[in-house]
């Protein structure tokens, strides 16, 4: 009996000396900063309080020339930039848009885009969107340093310089959450809501419609559903607890939304407004201009030179969706971001000036943030939309 209380006695220090040990050792969600390769730039003191942007742009079939063109316009060393191109682009598509990255010498001095090389299959209204959002965030967490997440794809483009942008959100607290959301589900009730589909994209490498069940589900009554825009932009404490977790709620909506119509149009707003550690960090807009028909199709309308004027009014950041080689696209490289053909738009870190006669296409070595008219009409957007009276009579409602 004497041999049997020693060794629990024995068993039980040594646990303790373990967990003892255990609770030295320092524990952060986020890893550790990733220093960006360049003339001196390594994230030094002068820029750590700038706030740095991670973008998800995403691209399907045909979009390669696009894809590029976007990145171009929305390029600062400051930020990360993550390109995916889904499994229906075909091989040497991927295979190219990775050799423009390694070629060109601005991208391959400041080393902070990448080309995701296993590509997704994703499913239009499938989940697979969804899952392929999560999958780009994941990898952004684990690989760079950053305050704010980005969804685009190649039809989307800025509407300012990423000087503006960091200069706009330079004084904004880095826990806000961009998200247009409402639980006035409307027609999506009935459309969205209650029917049960399958996407073939989560077991098969071809594309394929979403499949339809001939059944229909009640409304949860475990948490309370949210809609609005799939395009969003998400602090990093927001990004963290959709993909680690530590409550159980992420995880338990995504499996929901995965027999769900549109998944990436409520997946986020449901998540946020059901957390009480996030639903005040809400911001009800997507930071987009959209112009639909009336009443709304499936697509919004492909954006031409009669909207430009709407556009810049609406003082948001980005636009969407414009066609292959839309001749407003040439307008806003020029008026809107002073940018020529196959360079930078204006910035800081570049070496060119503001006139334009040196197009901006090499790195100058240190980051200088030059904000122009973009910066103030976010800034007028910002201010309208953190106002006492939107922040509390819009958030998650």
């Given amino acids: 009996m004497l041999m049997g209380i020693t060794k629990c006695m024995i068993s039980f220090i040594l646990t303790f000396v373990t967990l003892f040990l255990l609770s030295l050792i320092p524990f952060s969600l986020s890893p550790?900063?990733?220093?960006?390769?360049?003339?001196g730039l390594a994230h030094s003191n002068s820029t750590s309080t700038l706030p740095k942007f991670a973008y998800l742009i995403s691209g399907s079939k045909g979009d390669l020339q696009r894809l590029k063109r976007t990145l171009?316009?929305?390029?600062?060393?400051?930020?990360?930039?993550?390109?995916?191109?889904?499994?229906?682009?075909?091989?040497?598509?991927?295979?190219?848009?990775?050799?423009?990255?390694?070629?060109?010498?601005?991208?391959?001095?400041?080393?902070?885009?990448?080309?995701?090389?296993?590509?997704?299959?994703?499913?239009?209204?499938?989940?697979?969107?969804?899952?392929n959002t999560l999958h780009a965030i994941s990898r952004l967490l684990r690989t760079a340093n950053w305050d704010w997440f980005i969804n685009l794809s190649a039809s989307d483009y800025p509407l300012l310089t990423q000087d503006d942008l960091i200069h706009a959100f330079s004084k904004l607290p880095r826990d806000l959450n961009f998200i247009q959301h409402t639980s006035s589900l409307g027609w999506k009730f009935n459309k969205r809501a209650k029917p049960?589909?399958?996407?073939?994209?989560?077991?098969?490498?071809?594309?394929?419609?979403?499949?339809?069940t001939s059944q229909q589900r009640e409304i949860p009554t475990a948490?309370?559903?949210f809609t609005g825009s799939a395009w969003v932009m998400l602090s990093r404490a927001f990004a963290e607890y959709c993909i680690l977790g530590y409550e159980n709620l992420p995880r338990t909506t995504l499996l929901y939304y995965t027999n769900f119509i549109s998944s990436p149009e409520g997946y986020f707003q449901t998540v946020i407004c059901n957390s009480h550690g996030f639903k005040n960090t809400t911001v009800n807009h997507d930071l987009h201009y959209i112009a639909w028909d009336n009443p709304p199709k499936q697509?919004?309308?492909?954006?031409t030179n009669l909207d430009y004027r709407r556009?810049?009014?609406?003082?948001?950041?980005?636009?969407?969706?414009?066609?292959?080689?839309?001749?407003?696209?040439?307008?806003i490289d020029r008026d809107l971001l002073k940018r020529k053909a196959n360079q930078f738009p204006y910035g800081g870190w570049c070496a060119m000036d503001e006139d334009g006669n040196k197009p901006c296409s090499e790195f100058r070595g240190k980051i200088l943030v030059k904000p122009g008219?973009?910066?103030?009409?976010?800034?007028?957007l910002l201010t309208r939309a953190l106002s006492k009276r939107n922040m509390g009579?819009?958030?998650c409602k």
């Fill in 393 to 395: 009579r819009r958030q």
């Fill in 72 to 131: 171009r316009a929305l390029y600062h060393p400051l930020n990360f930039y993550l390109l995916h191109l889904d499994l229906e682009a075909p091989t040497h598509e991927r295979e190219k848009l990775a050799e423009h990255i390694s070629k060109d010498p601005v991208f391959a001095e400041v080393r902070n885009v990448e080309v995701v090389e296993k590509a997704n299959l994703v499913t239009y209204r499938g989940p697979t969107m969804l899952a």
């Fill in 32 to 39: 550790p900063p990733l220093t960006l390769a360049g003339k």
């Fill in 373 to 380: 008219f973009g910066s103030r009409r976010l800034r007028a």
């Fill in 311 to 331: 556009m810049v009014k609406s003082y948001a950041p980005f636009a969407r969706k414009f066609r292959r080689n839309e001749p407003v696209l040439d307008r």
């Fill in 299 to 303: 697509h919004p309308i492909a954006l």
């Fill in 223 to 225: 948490f309370k559903l």
């Fill in 196 to 212: 049960i589909v399958i996407d073939p994209g989560l077991y098969k490498v071809k594309k394929s419609e979403i499949i339809w």
